[in-house]
């Protein structure tokens, strides 16, 4: 079973940096678009930002500035720079795509299980 895998994530001050990975844990014949969402305790898992295969970004208002969110398809990786870190971004951060293993099948969507970012204020 194909596994998108984060890593990257931590406790920093804020103020501070961090920046986010995404892989998928077996070579994939293509991955469309990609994404990077998070869920902080009690509230519902939200869109932080996006990029399709071409490079077009979308951001969530609250990180414009602050995050970027980039991508590698010689690699099938994608990363999210997070720079000014606030205590409100804490929260469990998920990677998402859509991904075609094979290139007999379809593009299928998929989570990656999670990773924490902390920010202390």
């Known amino acids: 079973q194909v596994q998108l895998v984060e890593s990257g994530g931590g406790l920093v001050q804020a103020g501070g940096t961090l920046r986010l990975s995404c892989a998928a844990s077996?070579?994939?014949?293509?991955?469309?678009?990609m994404g990077w969402y998070r869920q902080a305790p009690g509230k519902q898992r939200e869109l932080v930002a996006q990029?399709?295969?071409?490079?077009?970004?979308n951001y969530a208002d609250s990180v414009k500035g602050r995050f970027t969110i980039s991508r590698d398809n010689a690699k099938n990786t994608m990363h999210l720079q997070m720079n000014s870190l606030k205590p409100e971004d804490t929260a469990i951060y998920y990677c998402?795509?859509?991904?075609?293993?094979?290139?007999?099948?379809?593009?299928?969507?998929?989570w990656g299980q999670g990773i924490q970012v902390t920010v202390s204020s």
């Open positions: 998402n795509a859509d991904l075609m293993i094979r290139s007999y099948s379809s593009y299928n969507n998929y």
């Open positions: 077996e070579t994939i014949f293509s991955i469309n678009t």
């Open positions: 990029i399709t295969y071409g490079g077009k970004t």
